[in-house]
């Protein structure tokens, strides 16, 4: 049975993913209002009720806005490593949560038929990862707030089935844009979010390895336009020789409501 990828939401100002194989549907991450979330999910014929877990992939507010409403009000289960529940209960982000949907992991773990496998990223946050997604033989990686990916993340990433990965900001317009020097060196640093260029040099890492089908998520409002991403990564994979939108997918996941939807 086919597993569904949908990004619901992505970029700064909030971010979730809808996963479902045929009988577990997940989020990973919920940085949007509840109402906003519910909406996006029955615009692709999908409902909270059936969501079984939210993964967190690190505690900034545009992943975790609505983590702690949609837990009390669907009774869903909360995934998250130690040192992200820490960060996430000392700044008291989730309001009260009942321990039974309180999930810490420490390496790989079910949710129903899908596998999870975490994927440690660098960013500035308290432990931030990205996560492969397994449904029977697919696998499916969702990686974004990334300052740069290591070869150990790029290994975790080949053999991908889909890949939504980070594609934040063209280099030339947060040094030419209006954004303080910090904030520029935050976002072109290790621990902050990754370029289209290195999003284009792993993609092309990517289709080498065999997949075909790829949402470029967490675009910058300020610094990136989804022109700017396609035109990168598509011109990286034209240099394999593979033509996007014939031999490979390359999507732009939006900042509101329901991107592409991807089904392996
Ligand atoms: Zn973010
Ligand atoms: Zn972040």
């Not at 309001?95 to 079910?110: A, E, L, M």
């Not at 040094?175 to 072109?188: A, C, D, F, T």
Request: hydrophobic share 40%; glycine share 8%; proline share 4%.
């Amino acid at each position: 049975m086919p597993m569904f990828l949908c990004p619901l939401f992505s970029g700064s100002k909030g971010n979730s993913t809808f996963v479902a194989s045929d009988d577990t549907a997940i989020l990973v991450d919920a940085g949007v209002a509840r109402a906003n979330i519910d909406r996006a999910l029955g615009d692709i014929n999908a409902s909270l009720d059936i969501i079984k877990g939210i993964l967190v992939t690190h505690e900034h507010v545009d992943h975790i806005r609505a983590v702690g409403m949609l837990s009390r009000k669907n009774d869903i289960p909360i995934y998250a490593n130690e040192d992200t529940w820490k960060a996430m209960l000392t700044m008291n982000s989730l309001g009260s949560i009942p321990f039974k949907n309180r999930v810490r992991f420490d390496g790989d773990f079910y949710i129903g038929s899908l596998a999870i496998s975490p994927i440690k990223v660098s960013h500035d946050a308290a432990d931030p990862v990205g996560y492969s997604i397994f449904n029977e033989n697919k696998k499916a990686v969702v990686i974004s707030d990334t300052g740069y990916l290591s070869k150990t993340v790029l290994n975790r990433m080949l053999g991908a089935d889909a890949c939504l990965m980070e594609s934040n900001h063209d280099v030339h317009m947060v040094e030419n844009g209006p954004y303080p020097v910090r904030l520029k060196n935050r976002i072109l640093s290790k621990k902050g979010h990754l370029s289209n260029h290195d999003a284009a040099q792993a993609l092309m890492q990517i289709i080498n390895s065999g997949c075909k089908n790829f949402s470029l998520t967490h675009l910058s409002q300020d610094n990136n336009t989804p022109e700017a991403a396609y035109d990168s990564a598509s011109a990286a994979a034209l240099t394999l020789g593979a033509v996007a939108g014939k031999d490979v997918n390359i999507y732009v996941a939006p900042q509101f409501g329901p991107g592409d939807a991807i089904i392996i």
